[in-house]
């Protein structure tokens, strides 16, 4: 989701609608209540809903809820 | 045997039958002296020549007959010139060659006179060559001047005179000697024979040498003056000289009096010498402020055929997330909005120029009312970049079964549809180009606009839509970031003076200096951080199943944070300039700068990115045009 300033009017709208938040995440638990345990990038812990990734593989979740299974990519860095 | 006699005197005879015309004298004398015979030394024989062919004495008498019978021969072929042959006179010119007999030399009986005696005579050699060249020139050919006399040109000057003379040396002078003996030449091998047994009577020593000099005297002659040539000087070369434009004459003449025709206009001349009202008190002096004067062109006709259409109230509007120009006008007759309206054939294309700046709309729809004495409609046409999008273009699914780059899919989108990505449109702050891995790039049931914003967006790009051609520039949403700003290039410098209305609206929002892109199931994650920040302020994550490659999510991280932080919206309206005179047409995706008074930033300078822009003409006629473009400034960068 981007939320780049704009003048276009449905930009505008679409900015201000809540939803669409999509993370990638590292399941480390299902808890066999329909939700499971998973750490971010930065290492916290939240809980997600849904069970469909088993530990320790990378899940999507969009708005707080397991999509689909993602494989790890690599990771780099760079400076602008 | 010659054998002296005995007596005292001897007799001696020197035959001499041959012509010895310039001996002067030849003194032979025997002096006997005791048994001896001396004899005097031999006189010299002095040759004076006078001149070449002197008349012959009677001695050469048989040398004149042998060319008299030359000249029996030359009578002859003057006879032939009187009377020519019938037959041949018409094909002979008067002038033709002379008779082949004459040319020959060995015909005429110039040859070696014959010797009559051989023993006692000195010949006098070849004749001389210089005296047969004149007798087969007077034969020869008519000089060639009599024979064209049609190459003179009397109507204009010849050619060497229009060109300029070469530059002459001076060659070798004649001098006084080599005049003097010149003229003479001794014939080789010159030959003088005294007598076939002549034997000088010198029993003692025989064969005493004789000395015989022949020679010419050569006369004074009087050194002229050298007639040493100065240079002439380069003639001009001269011709006809330019004819003058007598159509461009003045006219000249007298004067027509206004004041003698208005008989009623008199000068008024006071007769007192008082004022003849109060003059006013000067006031201040008055601030001089420049005053721009528009004079705006708009032409609205129809691509098909140049209609030209009455349409008023112009608007016409675009911003940086749309992909094609929005028109709107009002149509006040029948006849115009039958030209427009859509039809079996398809919308109609109207093409809008205002100052110089083109654009071309399809015409969507229209809608207005008529009442007794209005006729009024309201007419909406977008640019022709809205074929590839819906409702107008078709939908595909697509997949990449091999790697492609980013650039080559989206051309691949727009192929056979007439339509131009132009990727590479700016030099720098340019998109990346990328590649994509198997199966990463794909889509259902996607119309092609679609595609192609779905690639540049998820590199942080945008598509601005070209004004009257079909196609886009796809460029990156902030082309330079925000501080890389002071030395960007500018696309359009406005100063204060030409800005009709400026607002501004302050927007508060979190400032970012890092940022993580990362695709979900292909390329790779990249943490992009801020120069010399550390990274301490980073944006929200973001995953995007589109970014397939290191680049292209290094970009996307850049307008991430170049995006962030406080800013201002500002709203500038300015005239409509032809494109020749600044700042032109503002368009969004440019980069632009206001100057108020000062130079910097506290005296009212500052740059920041066109989002928005639109035109509007009210009224019809010889409308006021603006446009009012919307920028944002970053503040916080």
Redesign the interface.
Known sequence: MSTEPSVNPWRKFTNMLPGNLRAVVTVTANNGDGTSNATTRDGTPIVVKGEGVAPPNQALIVDGEISVQVPALPQSSAEV | MYSLPTDSSAAFSLVNDTPLAAVNAVVLAFTPDGGSIYYQIPPGLTLRVGGRWTPGRETDQHQALAHQGAAVTDQGAMISWDRPDDCAAPKRLPWGKAPHKDDEPAVLAWDRPPVKHTDNVIPWGDAPDKAAPPLAAAWDKPPAQDTEPVDLLYDKPPARDLDKPGRWRSTTLPTPELLATSDYLIPDPLVISLGGDYRLPDPGVPDQPVSIALGQVAEAVAAEPLRIPADRPYRLPWGQPHRNNDDYGLAWGWGHSKFRKDARWRLQYPDTDDPIYKLPEPGDDPIEQDTIIMANLITVTRVSDGLPLAVHDIRIDL????WAWKFQGTVINQSTLAAIVPSWAGLVDVEVVINGHAWVFMIESYNGATRHGDQRWTIQGVSRTQYMAGPYANTSSYMNAAQVNAHQAAEAVLQYTGFLLDWNYLPGDTTPDWTYPVGSLSYQDRTPLEVLLAIA?SA?AVLIPHRDADGWVLQP?LRA?PWDLDGAYMNAIVNHGIVTQLGEQY?P?PLFNAA?V??????????????FTGGDKPAP????QGIVA?DQA?ER?????A?SGA?S?VTLTCALPPASTAPGLIEPGDQLEYQAAGETESSGRWRGYV??VSISAPGSGAVSVNQTA?I?RYHEH
């Open positions: 911003d940086i997330d749309s967006r942080g949403r970031s927007q929002a993580y990362s695709g979900t199931n292909y390329g790779q994650g990249v943490s992009v951080s801020r120069y994550d973001l995953f995007d290191h290094k991280a850049r307008q991430i944070i995006n800013h919206l989002l928005g919307r944002i």
